[in-house]
């Protein structure tokens, strides 16, 4: 499934879910390295997995590239909910990175409440 010497990206948000992700496609040997959305969604809180991330990643010695969002404006300004509009900018950005870094792909940590909202979207 995987081409071990293309660099893959791993969806870090600082969350139980993509933290265990990143840390086993690392352990199993695969090229990675990680990308961070702060949305600015939930203030000093956002900051503070903005921060867990860097941590990390310093720790592992994975690189990150990081990003801000101005959402609530996107949202405004596309006429779209703040989770559609955190979708949009975070699949755009993991689209540009993929292109700038020659990755693999993009891996996505879900769990049962994710499956739910995609199924939902995807009705």
Known sequence: MFKWQT?????????ADSVALLLILKNIGL?????HCNFHLRGEESDR???FCVNLCKQQGISLSRIHFDTYAYAHLHKVSIE????NLRYSYFAQL??????G?????HHRDD???????NL
């Open 49 to 51: 997995d903005e921060q």
């Open 115 to 121: 499956n739910v909202e995609t199924l939902l979207l």
């Open 84 to 87: 559609m509009a955190a979708r």
């Open 31 to 35: 090229n990675i390295t990680a990308a």
């Open 7 to 15: 660099p893959y990206i791993v969806a870090l948000s600082g969350g």
């Open 105 to 109: 792909g993009i891996c996505v940590a």
């Open 98 to 103: 993929v292109k700038d870094l020659h990755a």
